[in-house]
């Protein structure tokens, strides 16, 4: 697609959105969204510590024993694993401790240059430092994978090791997709924004989660639980949208220092997996540290915690073994 042929679609998805915008002000979906999905977690407040911001984090935390924090992905937040994995990990002998990455859910984002994993995964360690959790397990999807790899790379001391789940760890195509880019500018993305809000309000996300559960079904009563239409809201669509658009840059930051990572790393991919496919990610971070343990799971698409949870929950107990 051309300049001009990109800024004429840009434009038109500008005007759609604008009619579509006066149809459902922002306001009004915001206060439907929220009251159908609201915060199940605690609050915690913590420093940004790179801007120095005081940020409100919202958690969830189950059972006892060695902690898990588990990471979302893109347009997330910790509902999917408060799903099921919540409380299958603390059946299990875990604490485990879901948080909304900051800018999704009901977590707050700092300003500046908080779309990075890197900066992301600092947030999160005040978190946990500030529940008085001492070196956890840190358990990251997809884009929650980048955050969790992040800080195995930046902050190896203050974890006993990372479970990477169908994680973005190497450059994504989505972070070069116009769209993406557009939603994160002021001039574009509350009219694209508009448009993604009157859908999310007359067809629910059901078809976006069938789409990354594939090849497998969503569990029953997924799709009505995660509440995925919070990522529809204005102020964490366009977070979302600056996440995916830097991320490319941040994993160039990142991947050459995947080789001096000390700590235990698990990897667990999908062999299916159409949104970030294994030979482009684990298989690659495999190759970059071969002490990484690599499971491979035949036939599985991007959500693999949900189709195998009992790996999921074996790559944390050897880690802990480990420590």
Known sequence: MGKWTRRAALLGLGVTG?????????????ATIEQKYPPIGKFIPVKDPQSGEV?????DRRGSGPAVVMI????????DFTFAISDYMAASGFTAIAFDRPGFGYSDRASGDS???SSQAAVLRAGVQALGVSRPVVMGHSFGGAVATAWAVDAPQSIMG????????YPWPAGDNAYHA???????????????????????AAGAVDW????????????????????????TFRENGRDITNINEAMAALIPRYSGISIPVELIHGTEDSIL???????????????ARFTALKGVGHMVHHAAPKEMLAAARRIVSQT
């Open 18 to 30: 604008v009619m579509y915008g006066c149809a459902r002000p922002a306001s009004e979906f915001i």
């Open 55 to 59: 940020l409100r984090l919202h958690y």
């Open 72 to 79: 979302h992905g893109a347009s997330g937040n910790l509902r």
């Open 115 to 117: 779309f990075t994993p």
């Open 162 to 169: 990372a479970v990477i789940l169908a994680g973005l760890t």
């Open 182 to 204: 557009a939603a994160s500018t002021s001039l574009f993305g509350p009219a694209i924004n508009a448009i993604v809000r009157n859908r999310a309000l007359k067809s629910g």
């Open 212 to 235: 990354v559960f594939r090849p497998q079904i969503p569990p029953v009563g997924y799709a009505e639980y995660i509440g995925a239409e919070l990522a529809s809201r204005p102020a």
């Open 277 to 291: 496919p294994v030979e482009a990610h684990a298989e690659r971070f495999k190759a970059a540290l071969p002490a």
